[in-house]
């Protein structure tokens, strides 16, 4: 039986706590988990929603009381947060700390040691979605496997690329919005506008996402049928320079997560 300790009880720490709650087979048997106090109405609210959450006295306690620990405070309150605490020997530690010029951790963490550092997105809830972490730890992809698609990285840099692409979120939701508002002013009903796109785009994804699919590629260039619907749509978009604007936007997206905004 293991316990898992949140330092930072904020919206990520949240989403992972549901996902491993409600996970139908718990990593590695994981009876409990503990949060920090702060945020205080989010941890109650675990707390409360959960009978495996319980809300420790303060962050030590958390540590103490773990055999995994995750931390889980925004990047300008780690080095206070982590510098205060006092790790066991061999206790295995989990950062959601963007990697940048997060070196200083590995130390931190003494006599602790920092197993991988991990990126979770919202939808972890759902136990969807992709997770990520490196360096390559058999223990912490099983600890991940529940919440989604574990995917360990090689390094730093294909963190940092691919933890990129999660500023396309926006740019996807709004993808939606813009076709079924479309809809809607072309005499379908919002409600059935928003129903009808958001379950194409997820149905669309989860073929993607079977094992043996086609390339994302293929599949696009499949879509188009010589002189139909897709083709159309495709070679008009490309004209206009949309598939053109992605590849800038996401490189100074990776600038500025390697800090060179
Ligand atoms: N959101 C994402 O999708 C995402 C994805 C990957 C990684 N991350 C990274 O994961 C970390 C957490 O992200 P998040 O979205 O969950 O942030 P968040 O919602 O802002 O949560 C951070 C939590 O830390 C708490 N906190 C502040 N000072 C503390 C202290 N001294 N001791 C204990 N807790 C303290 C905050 O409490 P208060 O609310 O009271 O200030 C807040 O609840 C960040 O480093 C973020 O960059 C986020």
């Not at 200083?104 to 920092?114: N, S």
């Not at 990126?119 to 969807?128: N, S, W």
């Not at 223990?139 to 991940?144: G, K, M, N, S, T």
């Not at 979120?169 to 709004?174: N, V």
């Amino acid at each position: 039986m293991t316990t898992i300790g949140f330092i930072g009880t904020g919206h990520i720490t949240a989403a992972m706590a549901a996902g491993l709650c409600g996970a139908p087979q718990a990593p590695d048997k994981i009876d409990k988990i503990v949060v920090s106090p702060r945020n205080a109405e989010t941890a109650a609210a675990l707390a409360k929603r959960y009978e495996q959450v319980t809300v420790a006295a303060d962050n030590q306690a958390v540590v103490d009381g773990s055999d995994w620990v995750v931390l889980a405070v925004r990047p300008q309150d780690a080095r206070e947060v982590i510098a205060a605490l006092k790790f066991k020997s061999d206790q295995r530690v989990l950062s959601l700390i963007a990697p940048v010029d997060d070196e200083w951790i590995d130390g931190a963490v003494k006599p602790g040691r920092l197993a991988a550092r991990i990126f979770v997105m919202p939808p972890v809830e759902l136990r969807i979605g992709p997770t990520m972490f490196f360096p390559r730890d058999a223990e912490v992809e099983a600890l991940l496997k529940p919440l989604g698609t574990a995917i360990p990285v090689k390094n730093r840099r294909e963190f940092l690329a691919l933890w990129s692409l999660t500023a396309l979120l926006a740019p996807y939701y709004g993808f939606i919005a813009k076709s079924a508002e479309w809809a809607a002013a072309n005499g379908a009903s919002a409600e059935t506008a928003t129903a009808f796109a958001t379950a194409t785009f997820h149905a669309l994804a989860a073929i993607a996402e079977q094992p043996g699919a086609e390339p994302p590629a293929a599949l696009a260039t499949h879509a188009q049928t010589p002189g139909g619907l897709n083709e159309q749509v495709m070679k008009e978009l490309a004209t206009r320079g949309w598939f053109q604007a992605l590849a800038p936007a996401l490189d100074r997206i990776l600038r500025r997560l390697e800090g060179n905004s």
